[in-house]
C-alpha cells in the first residue's frame, strides 16, 4: 500500500524568507499523481500545486515550486518569498494513475507553516 | 460558482442520537468522497462513490452510512455517533474519469459528540 510522510509536524519562517516543506512516499507504481494541499485557518482545502510522476521538469505555479526526485520518492515544496497570507496546514498528497476510477488520493499527516513578521 | 457545500458547519450532538451530514456539489462530478480529519493523523477516507448507486468502503468506515441517489449529492450519515466520531469532516468531489484531476473540498463541518 502506499504511504505518504510528512516528517515536520510544524515549520516557521521569516516574511519574505523561503521556506521548504518536505514529502516522501512510498509506492511500488511507476505512474501516479503527487499534490499540495493548503489548508488556511478558514479550513477550505486548497490545491496549490501537482506534478505527474512521468514528467521529470519539476511544477511551478508562482511563488511554489516542487523539487520531485523519483528515485527518491521526495516530493518538496518550496516557497518563496513567504508571505502572512501563506500561513496554513499544508498536506502532501499522492494519487495512483492506474484509471481506475476508484484510485484513491493518500494524504500525509500535514505540516503547520506558521510567517513571521 | 463551482463549489462543494456542506451541511452543517457546526453540529454539537450527544451519542447515539443519528444525524445527516449533507453534501452537495454543482460540477457534476462523478465521484464524491468523505474524509475526516484529526489532528496528527492528516485526512483519512471514510467512503467514496464513484457515481451514483455506487459506493464503496474507504479506510475508516465504521459507524457511518452514505448514499448517492442523485450525482450532486452525497451525504454522510451516523446512525449513533459516538465521542470518537468527533472530528472535522470533509467532503470532495473530483471528475472521477479523469486521472490528472483535483479534488474540490467543501468548506467542512466540525462535529462534536458528547
Known amino acids: 500500500a502506499q504511504t505518504v510522510t510528512q516528517s515536520q509536524p510544524e515549520m516557521s519562517v521569516q516574511e519574505a524568507e523561503t521556506v521548504t516543506l518536505s514529502c516522501t512516499y512510498d509506492?511500488?507504481?511507476?505512474?501516479?499523481?503527487l499534490f499540495w494541499y493548503k489548508q488556511p485557518p478558514s479550513r477550505q482545502m486548497i490545491l496549490v500545486i501537482r506534478?505527474?510522476?512521468?514528467?521529470?521538469q519539476n511544477a511551478t505555479e508562482n511563488r511554489f515550486s516542487v523539487n520531485f526526485q523519483k528515485a527518491a520518492k521526495s516530493f518538496s515544496l518550496k516557497i518563496s518569498d513567504s508571505q502572512l497570507g501563506d500561513a496554513a496546514m499544508y498536506f502532501c498528497?499522492?494519487?495512483?494513475?492506474?484509471?481506475?476510477?476508484?484510485?484513491?488520493?493518500?494524504f500525509g499527516k500535514g505540516t503547520r507553516l506558521h510567517i513571521l513578521p | 460558482e463551482a463549489q462543494v457545500t456542506q451541511n452543517p458547519r457546526y453540529l454539537i450532538t450527544v451519542t447515539g442520537k443519528k444525524l445527516t451530514v449533507t453534501c452537495s456539489q454543482n460540477?457534476?462530478?462523478?465521484?464524491m468522497s468523505w474524509y475526516r480529519q484529526d489532528p496528527g493523523l492528516g485526512l483519512r477516507q471514510i467512503y467514496y462513490?464513484?457515481?451514483?448507486?455506487?459506493?464503496d468502503k474507504g479506510d475508516v468506515p465504521e459507524g457511518y452510512k452514505v448514499s448517492r441517489k442523485e450525482k450532486r449529492n452525497f451525504p454522510l450519515i451516523l446512525e449513533s455517533p459516538s465521542p470518537n466520531q468527533t472530528s472535522l469532516y470533509f467532503c470532495?468531489?473530483?471528475?472521477?474519469?479523469?486521472?490528472?484531476?483535483?479534488?474540490?473540498f467543501g468548506p467542512g463541518t466540525r462535529l462534536t459528540v458528547l
Open positions: 506534478q505527474e510522476a512521468y514528467k521529470q
Open positions: 470532495a468531489s473530483s471528475q472521477g474519469l479523469a486521472l490528472y484531476n483535483e479534488q474540490f
Open positions: 509506492t511500488s507504481e511507476s505512474d501516479y499523481y
Open positions: 462513490s464513484m457515481n451514483v448507486e455506487v459506493t
Open positions: 498528497a499522492y494519487r495512483s494513475a492506474t484509471g481506475a476510477l476508484d484510485d484513491k488520493i493518500i
Open positions: 460540477m457534476n462530478h462523478e465521484y
